[in-house]
């Protein structure tokens, strides 16, 4: 059974704050990719550049920001177009993470176990056993999310046996709002 949320519309509803403010948990991956005004930094223990298949792998406890989010996985491989000797300004054309990922922003969170960002189709994908969403108290849980880093609509589906799972705290979605 395949289950999917509209970032626009349920996630939008659960990720809802007070006026046109508002921000859906899709928002948590625009830092990467989608801005490419700030810089992506990059730390890990070891470092593996390929230039022949134009990519390097980070191992390590990889942390990786962008603008106000953060990316963390043991193990990132960044593809890249141009060769390495081209020197630090490489167009950054796909990231893959693998091994506990986790991404925030603001009071935004994700977890999974694998994520592949494609900078060229801004399309971010997050897998796993569970894929959990967090905005504050609320939470979304799937196996497959997909995100249009560009338009911000993100589909998360549900493992084949089950079902996506959303947990809205009452009083997060009444913040704000007059009272009766």
């Known amino acids: ?13 659960i990720a809802a704050a007070p006026a046109a403010s508002a921000q859906t948990f899709s928002d948590a991956f625009a830092g990467f990719g989608s801005n490419d005004r700030e810089p992506i ?35 990132l491989i960044v593809h ?9 300004n490489q167009r950054i054309s796909r990231l893959e993470a693998s091994g506990r ?7 935004q969170t994700a977890t999974g176990e694998n994520a592949t960002f494609d900078m060229n189709r801004q399309l971010m994908v997050m897998t796993g056993k569970e894929v959990v969403l967090s905005q504050g108290p609320n ?35 009444n913040e704000g709002a007059p009272r009766n």
């Open 41 to 75: 930094q990059i730390e890990a223990k070891e470092l593996k550049v390929q230039d022949k298949s134009q990519s390097a792998v980070f191992s390590g406890d990889v942390v990786v920001t962008q603008g106000e989010a953060t990316l963390k996985t043991q193990r």
């Open 80 to 88: 890249y177009d141009g060769s390495a000797a081209g020197g630090v």
């Open 101 to 107: 990922v986790y991404i925030a922003s603001k009071d």
């Open 139 to 173: 939470v979304v849980v799937g196996n497959r999310l997909t995100v249009n880093l560009k338009t911000g609509q993100a589909d998360l589906e549900a493992p084949k046996s089950g079902r996506v799972k959303v947990l809205i705290q009452p009083k997060s979605l």
């Open 1 to 13: 059974m395949r289950a999917a949320l509209r970032a626009l519309g349920v996630i939008g509803l």
